[in-house]
């Protein structure tokens, strides 16, 4: 049972425009919340993160919010600019070293 | 500072060979894992290790033995490969958490393992 969906695999966004990158979680005991972005042929590289006593946190052109009610997270990039095309990885501990990852959705940001 | 290495970065395998995929990290960190990445997959933990001699199984263990004898090295071993094991391999390793926060785990390039 997949405790980390991020049930669209692919989304592609005009260049300037905002991407919105959703997550889903099922176990209530996860207390903390990553997205990672990957680049074809390269390791995972930490993007933000967010503690489950939050509802926001900012960085630059990156926000995530936190719905624990609705057990959902999304990733706002704004603007969206080429570079951020990558494969985009939510991930969630519930309170050990461990990460669970989910499937990843692939941003394509076109001019 | 190299971060974390992992080597080789391709192999192809055999069914039933044997193989050790390496991993360091020059960080001095104490939790070091595995991930596989498969096509709609995502990354799966496979085994994890939370200090020197400490090991630990993840979601998909099954045909793939660890060690950690120090800090820096965190080899995977896959016993008798299989078709199934064909897969992009990654390490990571962090500072362990502390109250009320969380370190992120720095991942390698990955190793890509074909087994025909």
């Known amino acids: 049972d997949q405790q980390v969906k991020q049930n669209s695999p692919s989304l592609s966004v005009q260049e300037g425009r905002i991407s919105i990158l959703n997550c889903d979680y099922t176990?209530?005991?996860?207390?903390?919340f990553l997205w990672y972005k990957k680049y074809p042929a390269e390791g995972p590289t930490f993007l933000i993160s967010?503690?489950?006593?939050?509802d926001k946190n900012e960085d630059g052109r990156f926000t995530v919010f936190l719905n624990k009610s609705a057990k959902h997270l999304s990733l706002h990039i704004v603007p969206s600019q080429p570079g951020d095309s990558a494969v985009y990885f939510c991930?969630?501990?519930?309170?050990?070293?461990?990460?669970?990852f989910g499937t990843g959705t692939r941003l394509q940001v076109f001019p | 500072n190299a971060g974390v290495t992992q080597t080789p970065k391709f192999q192809v395998l055999k069914t039933g060979q044997s193989m050790t995929l390496q991993c360091a990290q020059d960080?001095?960190?104490?939790?070091m894992s595995w991930y596989r990445q498969d096509p709609g997959m995502g990354l799966r933990l496979i085994h994890y290790?939370?200090?020197?001699?400490?090991?630990d199984q993840g979601e998909v263990p099954n045909g793939y033995n660890v060690s950690r004898s120090t800090t820096e090295d965190f080899p995977l071993r896959l016993l008798s490969a299989a078709p199934s094991q064909t897969s992009v391999y990654f390490c990571?390793?962090?500072?362990?958490?502390?109250?009320?926060?969380?370190?992120?785990?720095?991942f390698g390039p990955g190793t890509r393992l074909t087994v025909l």
């Open positions: 990571a390793s962090s500072s362990p958490r502390l109250a009320g926060d969380y370190n992120e785990q720095f």
């Open positions: 176990n209530s005991m996860f207390d903390y």
């Open positions: 967010i503690s489950s006593i939050k």
């Open positions: 991930a969630a501990s519930d309170n050990t070293d461990k990460l669970i």
């Open positions: 960080m001095n960190h104490e939790y």
């Open positions: 290790s939370v200090g020197a001699g400490i090991t």
